[in-house]
């Protein structure tokens, strides 16, 4: 899950700046500073007084953090907060809205809350179908998250067609190189690891590190986590020398990361 981005003029204080700040330590995994950067952007929406997309993206991106901390609570009061500002706005059908649905709805599936969780993921999938077509990556993107959900409850025949279908979208899209490919490629090819169809797992897992690799580069961080699970597979198949051979090379992926 990525923070919102919304672009505006902010008359006072750089909302976008603390914004940005906190985007890019999200991506580096830095959560105590994404967390400052983004409850100050926070404050600033506040303090401007309207009930905007700024303050709704605000909340959604400090929920976030809260959940990839593990702050289950303080994360959904803010997605639903951010969710009752644009339906305040009457702006339910906002591609926006259909992002924080799915981010609510993975802090479900985390919990547990499998129906809860599939209710919100459908919805957000409606509203990407109805904003941006049914070929857009959005949709795909969305299709992806109900197969996860039913992956976590062993509905392998549910989840299956669902991965497919959202790797069809996005060679629909024109981007079947896109670095999610390869994230959905990995959820596949753990489907049938799942069901001990290991040939079929070890193809698509191949398919994921060279989408990863041909979207992001050899040293991707992406790239170590899908050698890493290949190589996880190639383990459990007795092939150790090959798997060590991958692990090593992901290793080095992080170690180099670390250092930077």
């Known amino acids: 899950m990525r923070p919102l981005s919304f672009r505006g003029a902010l008359p006072n204080g750089d909302w976008d700046a603390h914004k940005s700040a906190g985007t890019r330590a999200y991506k580096r995994g830095n959560y105590a500073e994404a967390e400052a950067q983004f409850a100050v952007a926070l404050k600033q929406a506040e303090d401007l007084g309207t009930e905007g997309p700024r303050l709704g993206t605000s909340l959604n991106n400090l929920a976030l953090v809260y959940k990839v901390q593990r702050k289950f609570g303080k994360a959904e009061i803010l997605f639903r907060r951010a969710l009752r500002i644009y339906k305040k706005a009457q702006q339910p059908q906002h591609r ?5 649905l799915n981010n609510l709805a993975s802090l479900y599936r ?6 809860d969780a599939e209710r919100l ?3 957000a999938l409606t509203i990407w179908e109805n904003v941006t077509g049914p070929d857009h990556p959005n949709v795909a993107n969305g299709l992806n998250s109900l197969a996860e959900l039913y992956q976590a409850q062993q509905k392998h025949d549910e989840a299956e067609p669902l991965f497919k279908q959202a790797l069809r979208t996005y060679k629909r899209a024109r981007q079947p190189q896109h670095p999610q ?3 959905i490629l990995g959820n596949l090819a753990a489907l049938y690891r799942s069901q001990h169809n290991y040939e079929e797992a070890e193809r698509i897992y191949r398919r994921a590190v060279a989408v990863a690799e041909s979207a992001l580069g050899n040293e991707h961080l992406m790239v170590a986590q899908s050698l890493e699970a290949y190589a996880s597979l190639l383990n459990e198949t007795n092939r150790q020398e ?4 991958l692990s090593l090379r992901a290793n080095t992926i992080r170690t180099k990361h670390s250092n930077q």
């Open 96 to 100: 926006h809205v259909a992002s924080i």
């Open 181 to 183: 490919v390869a994230t």
């Open 242 to 245: 090959r798997a060590q051979e």
């Open 110 to 115: 985390i919990q547990r809350r499998y129906v």
């Open 121 to 123: 993921l459908k919805r």
